[in-house]
T-cell receptor, first 114, second 110 residues
Framework: DAGVIQSPRHEVTEMGQEVTLRCKPISGHNSLFWYRQTMMRGLELLIYFNNNVPIDDSGMPEDRFSAKMPNASFSTLKIQPSEPRDSAVYFC????????????FGPGTRLTVT | EDQVTQSPEALRLQEGESSSLNCSYTVSGLRGLFWYRQDPGKGPEFLFTLYSAGEEKEKERLKATLTKKESFLHITAPKPEDSATYLCAVQRSGNTPLVFGKGTRLSVIA
């Protein structure tokens, strides 16, 4: 199995630009999670989906952030407009179901907003 | 509010020098406590789940233990390849998301 796939691995953009991060979960996994990791705040959950439906988006910092999961094999996290404080590593993770203890993380996307 | 505090923030050990990492937590109705390992430039990798006080889990040189207020990750005779950031997370009862600590950055020097 290829594991969780994220793209791009690195993204550098200017303030005000739209950024789209992509994730392909492990086949057969029904739950998908988006996290953000910074030195200051550690690993924070932004949103998670179960069976393609958003369950909890309380971690999404602002309306500038949005996430979609149009099908079981693809999800996007969009930031529009981006700001320098959005610079972080964004991880996608999947698990067989929301009650499963193991979450499998992707390699992350390092976002730098200048 | 659920809280997870890990200590120390960073730990430097000589190869073979055993030590422990601490994870203190505050959560109402613990469903599980999780340990992950994260290598630089990679996503966290699952290590252990502990469900109740007194439980222990082992994997190679690592042993995780759990009490009602904290968990320890004991590293016995570490090797340089054990160098990584170790993350602790808790989950409250119900379908609630994991809450992560900020991690302990472990360096093992040959």
């Amino acid at each position: 199995d290829a594991g969780v796939i994220q793209s791009p691995r690195h993204e550098v953009t200017e303030m005000g630009q739209e950024v789209t991060l992509r994730c392909k979960p492990i086949s057969g996994h029904n739950s998908l999670f988006w996290y953000r990791q910074t030195m200051m705040r550690g690993l924070e959950l932004l949103i998670y989906f179960n069976n393609n439906v958003p369950i909890d988006d309380s971690g999404m910092p602002e309306d500038r952030f949005s996430a979609k999961m149009p099908n079981a094999s693809f999800s996007t996290l969009k930031i529009q407009p981006s700001e320098p404080r959005d610079s972080a590593v964004y991880f996608c993770a999947s698990s067989p179901n929301p009650r499963a203890y193991e979450q499998y993380f992707g390699p992350g996307t390092r976002l730098t907003v200048t | 509010e659920d809280q997870v505090t890990q200590s120390p923030e960073a730990l430097r050990l000589q190869e073979g020098e055993s030590s422990s990492l601490n994870c203190s937590y505050t959560v109402s109705g613990l469903r599980g406590l999780f340990w992950y390992r994260q290598d630089p430039g990679k996503g966290p990798e699952f290590l252990f789940t502990l469900y109740s006080a007194g439980e222990e889990k082992e994997k190679e040189r690592l042993k995780a233990t759990l009490t009602k207020k904290e968990s320890f990750l004991h590293i016995t005779a570490p090797k340089p390849e054990d160098s990584a950031t170790y993350l602790c997370a808790v989950q409250r009862s119900g379908n609630t998301p994991l809450v992560f600590g900020k991690g302990t950055r472990l360096s093992v020097i040959a």
